[in-house]
């Protein structure tokens, strides 16, 4: 299970990606608001922020928050690449440039599933039940608009009897210390296959009391079990994942090393909170609406989109002092449906809807009500 957000650099137009420039006094906005979240660090959070800040030994980056909270999950979680060290895949290939690529963290379920593969590419391992293959094939060869909301695809590459994605990677088109937030798209994170075992479970049921002793129900208790689908509805209830078709699993402020978990801030209005203090500024916001409206509408003309769940995939939205970017990542999980999607629609097993234009038209409302 992958767990890395890849952030690819936007381009000149909002069809490939930039929205604008940021002004030098956005800059100095960035800096105060990061200077004043440093400040409550220490003066303490609001009880639904949850700073996970530890001694110089034990700091922990955003890959590796989001690497704890994506354990339990059966979709997978976004990949995020962070400067740090270099790869450490057994006989994994060289940089292309290792003079020019900076290095990175390796997070993910499973280790040794990233290698740098030049100064803007790198290679993702492939697992058996991966459609990511699929995915960006298609859409790199076709004119389907949902092509220009994802990181540019770079083939197919055999090393070592494994398989990788070799995909863009424009971390460097942004500053030394840029904000990122990771949003969960959809109203649910499994798939349907996954959850049609109607066999009772009690590990699933420990699991659940352990998280809330009263979420059971008096039958669910006598028995001691669960099924997964009852699991996995109530996973999704305790962050707004049921409520908005989306939730902020992560995100890092700039000029801090201060990571703040927020996965389960659950009503909108924590909700807003959060996108208030990830975007200080009026200007940043319209710049963030822009591009998800952009987003929006080249989604619903993307038959490749209105054809498919896309389930598990993120929103990965980066800014720094000169620009904001939000682009879809991770297809890990995203399969053809028999029958056309709205991506609105409530899901009910066998209907295949995931909510995902539910949960991107509620983080666009929510952020206008922010202006």
């Known amino acids: 299970m992958f767990l890395v957000s890849l952030i690819t650099q936007a381009a000149p137009d909002p069809n490939s990606g930039e929205i604008n420039s940021m002004s030098s006094d956005l800059f100095q906005c960035i800096k105060a608001n990061a200077s004043s979240a440093k400040k409550k660090t220490?003066?303490?959070?609001?009880?639904?922020?949850?700073?996970?800040?530890k001694s110089a030994d034990q700091k922990m980056d955003l890959v590796q928050v989001l690497a704890?909270?994506?354990?339990?999950l059966t979709a997978p979680a976004a990949f995020f690449l962070r400067p740090s060290i270099t790869c450490s895949?057994?006989?994994?290939?060289?940089?292309?440039?290792?003079f020019?690529?900076?290095p990175f963290i390796q997070v993910s379920g499973h280790p040794g599933s990233l290698a740098p593969a030049g100064p803007h590419t790198l290679w993702k391992k492939q697992t058996d039940t991966s459609t990511e293959i699929e995915v960006y094939e298609y859409l790199s060869t076709s004119e389907d608009p949902m092509r220009n909301v994802?990181?540019?695809?770079?083939?197919?590459?055999?090393?070592?009897?494994?398989?990788?994605?070799?995909?863009?990677?424009l971390l460097d088109g942004f500053g030394p210390s840029p904000a990122i937030m990771d949003i969960k798209m959809g109203s649910r994170t499994f798939l349907e296959n996954e959850v049609t075992n109607i066999k009772a479970r009690n590990d699933l049921y420990q699991k659940m009391v352990k998280v809330d002793p009263q979420a059971p129900t008096p039958e669910e208790h006598d028995a001691g079990a669960v099924t997964k689908l009852r699991y996995m509805k109530f996973r999704e209830e305790q962050s707004s994942t049921s409520l908005l078709s989306f939730?902020?699993?992560?995100?890092?402020?700039?000029?801090?090393?201060?990571?703040?978990?927020?996965k389960t801030a659950k009503s909108e209005c924590h909700v807003g909170e959060i996108l208030d203090k990830f975007l200080p500024c009026s200007e940043m916001k319209s710049m963030l609406l822009e591009r998800l409206k952009f987003i929006k509408s080249t989604l619903e003309k993307s038959k490749f989109f209105m054809h498919h769940e896309i389930i598990g995939s993120?929103?990965?939205?980066?800014?720094?002092?000169?620009?904001?970017?939000?682009?879809?990542?991770?297809?890990?999980k995203s399969v053809k449906s028999p029958t056309n999607l709205s991506h609105f629609v409530q899901w009910?097993?066998?209907?295949?809807?995931?909510?995902?234009?539910?949960?991107?038209?509620n983080l666009i409302r929510i952020l206008e009500s922010k202006q």
């Not at 220490?42 to 800040?53: E, H, M, Q």
């Not at 704890?68 to 339990?72: D, G, K, S």
């Not at 895949?89 to 290792?98: A, E, F, G, L």
């Not at 002092?321 to 991770?330: E, G, Q, V």
Request: charged share 25%.
């Open 348 to 361: 009910e097993m066998g209907n295949h809807e995931d909510g995902y234009l539910h949960g991107l038209s």
């Open 150 to 169: 994802i990181p540019k695809y770079h083939g197919k590459r055999l090393w070592n009897e494994d398989i990788f994605l070799e995909l863009e990677d």
């Open 314 to 332: 993120s929103l990965l939205i980066i800014h720094d002092a000169t620009k904001i970017s939000a682009h879809l990542i991770d297809f890990a």
């Open 89 to 98: 895949i057994p006989n994994s290939p060289p940089p292309t440039d290792s």
């Open 68 to 72: 704890i909270n994506a354990l339990e």
């Open 100 to 102: 020019n690529r900076r």
């Open 247 to 262: 939730r902020i699993e992560a995100i890092q402020f700039p000029y801090s090393n201060n990571i703040i978990d927020v």
């Open 42 to 53: 220490t003066n303490g959070t609001p009880s639904w922020l949850k700073f996970k800040s």
